[in-house]
């Protein structure tokens, strides 16, 4: 049985989903903290402490992804030693944005020129927002100055700059396009801003130009689509807003945030013109995305901590603050985050998803299921879908395959959701209905690695159509040749097909990448036997049953160690 998991690739689609804002270029992060200590072995806070010790605590909090608990180690610095309280006080500032008390963050932000170039901008980029967010734009525009903002806060200081003039009543500010030389963020979402900030203006011919710029490309990014096709829809203009949104549905059906506009456009409900806060907000969440998307994490928390303070209904916002969260072990705080999405915004099924797989990692099973059903009820096909996907995670195969025949016959061809269900139905051990789906999604999309690397591997495994599988895995490693699974479905077809040599250095080369996979041992201690180098052979079935393998490899590594293997199998190349 294939015992290739799906989860990897379906959380990608999960993290895709929710990137879907993320721009062009990269950008670098605030200074790193030193490493992080056991987060809970934090020393209290409170008299007797010293203040040495309390910067570690909230330095190890920091960087245990507590950034609470790092604001008030920061707080008992300052009170032990109101020499530090400089220090102390700029990193209390950064960990209490973190932690999304942005207000408390502006009040706290350091002036002194003699910070860091970035912490000053940072500082300088929050006490914008919060002035913005409380109806002080006037007073704080002059913190929104590009040509001063120091890396990497340069591209989201141009992009809130206008917004802040329009706050402000700056007629001629707001019309002025942001610009940041040599940053594609800033050309793609500074032009995006001018051209609703036209619109706001009653400069309608100059705010279409804009748009049409920003669609005229082979493939215009949901943000533009959804910000244009709201244009049209307020200017009576529903059939050309639809056929915008058919446009990117076309390659992406179950974007919910299209559907919803289409849905909205097909009825004449025209959605209303962005405040001024949420057109800023929605600036500031490529700049974040773009900085998670880097790896850059800690920042785009931060930014994203921003942009819900200047509108807590960012709904994709909050989807990406639980990830964040979760990521650090904040299990709690990121199905906060999660809940914050309403059933009645598009963006519901994704943030269920999350809810679910958040009490389905933590061991809560009937959580995570009574979640996925609830949000699955309504017929949403992404909520089939993660039904789906965690009936999968808890080895409910068959019904995991069954959920999704439905959605299979009421939706255009999809080749991820043939790719799932046939991946459910193998797991299940109904393999001849598995390979049609698998082969009716390798038709749709012939080049998918994961794909390719599934139904590749799942011939191998049976001793079936080496020949076309060899080539599929072959294709499936060249574009991932860091996958160690990948790798070993290449080892693997090689031991099938009787090149045990190339097969042991095929193999050795997927154990050095992913040397803790069970699986992926068992086969090398397999490839070692038939060249004769059987001490090895044992030694890699022995480390098997240290990999926590599941019991079908363990009882197959315990009767290799106790009987060793058969002789030399004929290559096969077996048809189905």
């Known amino acids: 049985m294939n015992t290739r998991s799906m989860a990897g690739w379906r959380q990608r689609t999960l993290r895709r989903a929710a990137l879907r804002l993320v721009a062009a270029g990269a950008l670098a992060v605030l200074a790193a903290c030193a490493t992080a200590a056991d987060p809970t072995d934090l020393p209290p806070e409170g008299t007797g402490s010293s203040p040495y010790g309390q910067f570690l605590a909230a330095r190890a909090a920091l960087n245990a992804g507590r950034p609470a608990d790092a604001a008030r180690y920061y707080g008992a610095v300052r009170n032990l030693d109101p020499d530090a309280a400089g220090i102390a006080d700029e990193r209390a500032f950064i960990a209490t944005l973190l932690a999304g008390d942005v207000t408390t963050a502006a009040r706290l932000a350091p002036t002194s020129d003699e910070m860091s170039p970035p912490n000053l901008s940072l500082s300088r980029l929050v006490r914008a927002v919060e002035g913005m967010s409380t109806g002080r734009a006037r007073q704080v525009r002059d913190l929104l100055i590009p040509e001063s903002a120091a890396f990497p806060h340069r591209a989201a200081t141009a992009l809130l700059a206008p917004w802040a003039a329009a706050m402000s009543g700056d007629k001629e500010g707001l019309l002025v396009r942001p610009q940041s030389p040599g940053d594609r963020l800033v050309d793609v979402f500074g032009l995006l801003a001018q051209a609703r900030l036209f619109e706001r203006a009653g400069r309608l011919d100059e705010a279409e130009t804009n748009f049409k710029v920003l669609a005229g490309g082979d493939s215009p990014g949901q943000a533009t689509v959804l910000a244009y096709g709201g244009f049209l829809e307020r200017r009576k203009r529903a059939a050309e807003a639809i056929a915008l949104y058919d446009r990117l549905l076309a390659t992406e059906p179950r974007n919910t945030s299209v559907k919803a506009a289409r849905a909205r456009a097909e009825v004449g409900r025209a959605e209303p013109q962005p405040t001024l806060r949420q057109g800023a907000a929605q600036t500031l969440i490529p700049v974040a995305a773009t900085l998670i998307a880097a790896g850059q994490e800690q920042m785009g928390l931060a930014y994203l901590r921003l942009a819900l303070r200047l ?72 909520a089939v879908i993660n039904l789906s996907d965690i009936l999968r995670a808890n080895e409910r195969f068959s019904e995991s395959a069954d959920v999704l025949t439905p959605v299979l016959a009421g939706s255009p061809p999809d080749w991820r959701l043939s790719f799932s269900r046939g991946v459910s139905l193998e797991r299940a051990g109904r393999w001849p209905e598995a390979e049609k789906d698998l082969k009716a999604a390798l038709a749709l999309n012939p080049d998918e690695p994961e794909l390719l690397n599934y139904l590749g591997y799942s011939w191998i495994d049976r001793n079936e159509n080496l020949n076309e599988a060899l080539e ?85 590594a315990e009767r290799k160690l106790a009987e060793g293997l058969p002789p030399t199998p004929v290559p096969g190349n077996r048809k189905p």
């Open 311 to 382: 509108d807590p209904d960012q709904y994709a916002a909050w989807i990406l603050v639980g990830d964040l969260l979760d990521g650090d072990g904040l299990a709690e705080d990121a199905r906060a985050a999660y809940r914050r999405t309403p059933s009645t915004a598009p963006e519901f099924a994704t943030a269920q998803a999350k809810l679910a797989w958040s009490h389905q990692k933590a061991g809560d099973k009937e959580t995570a299921l009574r979640l996925a059903r609830e949000a699955a009820s309504g017929g949403d096909v992404d």
């Open 472 to 556: 599929m895995v072959r294709r499936a490693v060249s574009q991932n040749p860091r996958s160690g699974a990948m790798v070993d479905s290449l080892g693997w077809a090689y031991y099938r097909l009787g090149d045990f040599p190339q097969a042991v250095t095929t193999l050795e080369l997927a154990v050095e990448l992913e040397p803790g996979d069970p699986e992926l041992n068992n086969h090398l201690g397999d490839a070692y036997w038939r060249v004769g180098r059987r001490d090895e052979a044992g030694f890699q079935w022995k480390r098997v049953l240290t990999l926590d393998p599941d019991p079908r490899i363990r009882a197959d």
